[in-house]
């Protein structure tokens, strides 16, 4: 990755942890919030690739998990984004043929990443983590995330490859 795409990570992921901890959460939505950090991690990996992928979430799950209001263990958000990024990742050439392989993989990471944060909330035996809340917040966290997945992804993945397009997507689009 380039340093211009370096910044450009850097930035969209400060953008989207602090306008969803700022904005987002304050919205009395029913359910759960849309997780616009979760769309700035995917998108990405659609672009750069698994071990990118999983870098950014790290990172964005280590935000995540220091920004206030922290009310939970550092590390289980970034172990969590680590893995959807990585996930995320693995679908980058499917992604540039289809326009639904992104807002399926949007779909996924948003339950994958509500049952895994959950289930290590689970383990380490945070008393807010029971079957009802987890229930009750996977239907909306998933439908708030794929439903702004067609307007967030793609524009992301497109200015992501516009600072520094890469050999393979400059040939294709030149």
Same mark, same amino acid.
């Given at each position: 990755? =380039?340093?211009?795409?370096? +910044?450009?990570?850097?930035?969209?992921?400060? @953008?989207a +942890?602090?306008?969803q @901890?700022?904005?987002? &959460?304050?919205i009395?939505?029913?359910?759960?919030?849309? *997780?616009?950090? %979760?769309?700035?991690?995917?998108? %990405?990996?659609?672009?750069?690739?698994? =071990?990118? #992928?999983?870098?950014?979430? !790290?990172?964005? #799950?280590?935000l995540?998990?220091?920004?206030?209001? *922290?009310d939970?263990?550092v590390?289980?958000?970034a !172990?969590?984004? &680590?893995?959807?990024?990585?996930f995320a990742?693995?679908?980058?050439?499917?992604?540039?043929?289809?326009?639904?392989?992104?807002? %399926?993989? +949007?779909?996924?990471?948003?339950?994958?990443?509500?049952?895994? /944060?959950?289930?290590i909330? !689970?383990?380490?035996?945070?008393?807010? +983590? *029971?079957?009802a &809340?987890?229930?009750?917040?996977?239907?909306?966290?998933?439908? /708030? *995330?794929?439903?702004?997945a067609p !307007?967030?992804?793609?524009?992301?993945m497109?200015?992501?490859?516009?600072?520094?397009? @890469?050999?393979?997507y400059?040939? @294709?689009?030149?």
């Open positions: 990755m =380039t340093t211009a795409r370096v +910044v450009l990570v850097t930035l969209l992921l400060a @953008t +942890v602090v306008l @901890t700022v904005v987002l &959460s304050r009395p939505l029913p359910g759960a919030t849309p *997780d616009l950090v %979760l769309l700035v991690v995917v998108s %990405l990996a659609l672009v750069e690739g698994s =071990t990118a #992928g999983c870098v950014i979430g !790290f990172a964005a #799950g280590l995540l998990d220091v920004v206030p209001p *922290d939970g263990q590390g289980r958000w !172990f969590v984004l &680590s893995l959807v990024g990585w990742g693995k679908a980058v050439d499917a992604a540039e043929s289809s326009a639904l392989v992104p807002v %399926l993989v +949007v779909g996924l990471a948003a339950a994958g990443s509500v049952l895994g /944060y959950a289930a909330g !689970f383990a380490l035996g945070d008393p807010r +983590v *029971d079957g &809340s987890v229930l009750r917040a996977l239907p909306s966290a998933v439908l /708030y *995330d794929v439903l702004l !307007f967030l992804v793609p524009l992301l497109r200015l992501t490859r516009r600072v520094e397009p @890469t050999a393979t400059a040939r @294709t689009f030149r």
